[in-house]
Nanobody, 127 residues
């Protein structure tokens, strides 16, 4: 599976961005997909995950109520809608996919579980 992340950019605090992760080479249908972010000098952390079935979703506490992950099976794409952005959301955002069959999204939040990674897209939120 090849992943292409897009949608990053520069936005003022309080603004919105929509990230997209498009898969090619294989359907996303049977894969859990996650969004992860890495700020300068920090480790990569989980932002949001959606299970292969789409029935399980996880958000890290700091983005709950502001970010929404969704999958468009027909377009083989997973989106991350980011609203009310804060300067601390500034990071490179990566999407990843894994052949993970767990039903609970909380069980597929580790970066080590994901086999395929996109190239990353930079999100910069100015204060």
């Amino acid at each position: 599976v090849q992943l292409q992340a897009s949608g990053g950019g520069l936005v003022q605090a309080g603004g919105s961005l929509r990230l997209s992760c498009e898969a090619s080479g294989r359907t996303f249908r049977n894969y859990a997909v996650g969004w992860f972010r890495q700020a300068p000098g920090k480790e990569r952390k989980t932002v949001a995950v959606i299970t292969w079935s789409g029935g399980g979703i996880y958000y890290t506490d700091s983005v709950k109520g502001r970010f929404t992950i969704s999958r468009d099976t027909a377009k083989n794409t997973v989106h991350l809608q980011m609203n009310s952005l804060k300067p601390e959301d500034t990071a490179v955002y990566y999407c990843a996919a894994g052949s993970l069959k767990q039903w609970e999204a909380s069980e597929v939040t580790s970066t080590d579980q994901y086999d395929y990674w996109g190239q990353g897209t930079l999100v910069t939120v100015s204060s």
